[in-house]
């Protein structure tokens, strides 16, 4: 059973809309107020694969999305798949990044 699941959300990561997952990178990078220049260097990739990611054009490596889920204490099932029961730290970063503008 657990070899079933597993494979499914592997399938899923295949799937999953490369635009989609830029966006809550991109949404998380600004929420912690990270320049794409910062983020990259912490992280040790470059800014043209963060640009990439952010906009769309590729997915990042699970390698490279585990640097980034664990700087901003995400999930892989939240940044891959926007799984629900992250959905409470996605709203917090949402209301973070908003108080920063006010």
């Not at 399938?11 to 990178?25: A, E, F, S």
């Not at 990739?45 to 640009?51: E, G, P, R």
Request: net charge positive; aromatic share 6%; with cysteine.
């Amino acid at each position: 059973m657990q070899a079933a699941i597993l494979n499914k959300d592997m399938k899923n990561l295949r799937n999953t809309d490369p635009r989609v997952v830029g966006r809550r990178i991109l949404d998380a990078r600004t929420a912690h107020g990270y320049s794409q220049s910062k983020l990259a260097k912490i992280c040790g990739f470059s800014i043209t694969a963060l640009s990439n990611w952010e906009n769309g054009r590729q997915r990042p490596a699970l390698e490279s999305a585990e640097k980034i889920i664990d700087l901003f204490d995400l999930t892989l099932d939240y940044l891959m798949l926007g799984k629900a029961e992250t959905l409470k730290h996605s709203v917090f970063l949402h209301l973070r990044q908003m108080a920063r503008k006010s």
